[in-house]
């Protein structure tokens, strides 16, 4: 067994090289192998059983000991031979990425269910009738990005005045855009979604049945499942921790009275506060702990250039969603870092005229309110190592792109030293 898992983890690791390559493959399909995920060579991950990523190995943990991986969530209940497993991976941190996408294309000449039905190729008509046709059709999907495809909302205090759509895809009534998948691990609070669209009140579980419900008719192409079915994958969805459990140059992350690594995250229930991980490691002998513990510090605290501290927003303890579960505008969506592929969407206030350009308008277009476009859910930042690039769009391709960001959009001002140390403490996450 682990002399398999360490094969298939060969596989995702070395995706990264895949991933950069642009030619379509040339492939002789009967000598491919179909098998991609851990669930198709196991029934269970042993809790923290280390998967390694770029920096070391992450894991994850339930209470029942080990990871099914043969529930309702890794089981196919649509026509499409897709399932919830499919987009959110445990081997990238229950998401999907680029690499892991390539590799699967790679290994199917792209017929793995990932890219079925043209449900998330570069546009709805694209061809797919070959391999090569298929590479050309999937460059989004291989960006780890899935699509978007939104009706204007019928009540609203705006209007769509202009698109600008490289695809030729988007309509008045209709936008379609691509979002990264967000990781199906760590849930805490009430948000579900990156728009809100299937919260629930406060009501976490009923959000996650009504995400659960939408995906089997939708990207899974089915007939509505039995409720004792959404509850399944709906509770097996909630009880899923995953975070980082070694780097290198660090070691363990839950050693010499550290916090790190998914058991700790699996009993952190969702309060305010800071981030208390690494306190233990303030004075380690390590020079690579104290680094991950100054970073730490500099997430806790106020930016004095800004005024903001990161843990403003991101402020459920050793978590980092939003204990209310706010949604917030951090600039993702500006036009001005949007990629030569994104479409760009004006819209104009009904209020007092004023304009806003987006390449996702986020919260807005599922309430109609011009106040809340561009608006996103805060998500959790345990196990980032494993799911880059990051943001819904995609645009912040590292970690020090992310921190990059911040200084750009809100004003954050870090010196050389202090992005490193922050950056160190986020691949600890």
Same mark, same amino acid.
């Given at each position: 067994?682990?002399?398999?898992?360490?094969?298939?983890?060969?596989?995702?690791?070395?995706?990264?090289?895949?991933?950069?390559?642009?030619?379509?493959?040339?492939?002789?399909?009967?000598?491919?192998?179909?098998?991609?995920?851990?669930?198709?060579?196991?029934?269970?991950?042993?809790?923290?059983?280390?998967?390694?990523?770029?920096?070391?190995?992450?894991?994850?943990?339930?209470?029942?000991?080990?990871?099914?991986?043969?529930?309702?969530?890794?089981?196919?209940?649509?026509?499409?031979?897709?399932?919830?497993?499919?987009?959110?991976?445990?081997?990238?941190?229950? #998401?999907?990425?680029?690499?892991?996408?390539?590799?699967?294309?790679?290994?199917?000449?792209?017929?793995?269910?990932?890219?079925?039905?043209?449900?998330?190729?570069?546009?709805?008509?694209?061809?797919?009738?070959?391999?090569?046709?298929?590479?050309?059709?999937?460059?989004?999907?291989?960006?780890?990005?899935?699509?978007?495809?939104?009706?204007?909302?019928?009540?609203?205090?705006?209007?769509?005045?202009?698109?600008?759509?490289?695809?030729?895809? #988007?309509?008045?009534?209709?936008?379609?855009?691509?979002?990264?998948?967000?990781?199906?691990?760590?849930?805490?609070?009430?948000?579900?979604?990156?728009?809100?669209?299937?919260?629930?009140?406060?009501?976490?579980?009923?959000?996650?049945?009504?995400?659960?419900?939408?995906?089997?008719?939708?990207?899974?192409?089915?007939?509505?499942?039995?409720?004792?079915?959404?509850?399944?994958?709906?509770?097996?969805?909630?009880?899923?921790?995953?975070?980082?459990?070694?780097?290198?140059?660090?070691?363990?992350?839950?050693?010499?009275?550290?916090?790190?690594?998914?058991?700790?995250?699996?009993?952190?229930?969702?309060?305010?506060?800071?981030?208390?991980?690494?306190?233990?490691?303030?004075?380690?002998?390590?020079?690579?702990?104290?680094?991950?513990?100054?970073?730490?510090?500099?997430?806790?605290?106020?930016?004095?250039? #800004?005024?903001?501290?990161?843990?403003?927003?991101?402020?459920?303890?050793?978590?980092?969603?939003?204990?209310?579960?706010?949604?917030?505008?951090?600039?993702?969506?500006?036009?001005?870092?949007?990629?030569?592929?994104?479409?760009?969407?004006?819209?104009?206030?009904?209020?007092?005229?004023?304009?806003?350009?987006?390449?996702?308008?986020?919260?807005?277009?599922?309430?109609?309110?011009?106040?809340?476009?561009?608006?996103?859910?805060?998500?959790?930042?345990?196990?980032?190592?494993?799911?880059?690039?990051?943001?819904?769009?995609?645009?912040?391709?590292?970690?020090?792109?992310?921190?990059?960001?911040?200084?750009?959009?809100?004003?954050?001002?870090?010196?050389?030293?202090?992005?490193?140390?922050?950056?160190?403490?986020?691949?600890?996450?």
């Amino acid at each position: 067994m682990a002399k398999k898992f360490q094969q298939l983890a060969c596989v995702f690791v070395g995706a990264g090289v895949v991933a950069c390559a642009e030619p379509a493959p040339e492939l002789e399909m009967d000598a491919v192998g179909q098998e991609s995920f851990l669930e198709d060579l196991f029934d269970e991950i042993p809790n923290n059983l280390p998967i390694p990523n770029e920096y070391g190995f992450a894991a994850s943990f339930v209470d029942t000991g080990a990871v099914s991986l043969t529930n309702a969530f890794f089981t196919a209940q649509g026509t499409n031979g897709r399932h919830c497993g499919t987009c959110h991976a445990p081997e990238v941190g229950w #998401s999907m990425t680029g690499p892991m996408v390539t590799a699967l294309f790679w290994t199917t000449g792209g017929t793995h269910p990932i890219f079925a039905n043209n449900l998330d190729t570069d546009t709805p008509t694209a061809d797919m009738s070959t391999v090569e046709a298929r590479w050309n059709a999937t460059t989004m999907l291989r960006q780890g990005m899935f699509t978007r495809k939104i009706a204007m909302p019928a009540t609203r205090d705006f209007d769509l005045v202009a698109i600008d759509d490289p695809r030729g895809v #988007s309509t008045a009534t209709n936008l379609f855009f691509f979002r990264r998948a967000m990781p199906t691990a760590n849930f805490r609070s009430p948000t579900v979604h990156w728009d809100a669209a299937n919260t629930v009140g406060t009501d976490l579980r009923e959000g996650l049945m009504k995400q659960t419900r939408s995906n089997i008719t939708g990207a899974q192409q089915g007939t509505p499942a039995p409720e004792t079915v959404v509850a399944e994958i709906a509770d097996f969805e909630r009880q899923i921790a995953h975070a980082q459990l070694y780097l290198w140059d660090a070691g363990r992350l839950d050693a010499d009275g550290a916090k790190g690594g998914p058991q700790h995250a699996a009993a952190q229930p969702l309060v305010a506060g800071r981030f208390d991980l690494y306190d233990a490691w303030q004075h380690s002998p390590n020079k690579k702990r104290r680094q991950i513990w100054r970073g730490q510090e500099l997430f806790n605290n106020v930016n004095p250039a #800004s005024g903001r501290r990161c843990g403003g927003c991101h402020n459920a303890a050793n978590n980092g969603q939003n204990v209310n579960g706010a949604l917030f505008d951090i600039g993702a969506s500006r036009p001005e870092i949007a990629r030569p592929n994104m479409a760009v969407f004006t819209f104009q206030s009904r209020v007092d005229g004023t304009l806003l350009q987006t390449t996702d308008p986020g919260r807005g277009i599922r309430t109609g309110l011009f106040k809340e476009l561009n608006k996103f859910k805060t998500p959790n930042i345990r196990g980032l190592a494993a799911r880059a690039p990051y943001f819904h769009g995609g645009t912040a391709e590292s970690l020090e792109d992310v921190i990059h960001h911040y200084e750009v959009e809100l004003g954050f001002n870090f010196t050389a030293e202090e992005e490193a140390d922050l950056v160190a403490f986020m691949k600890a996450l």
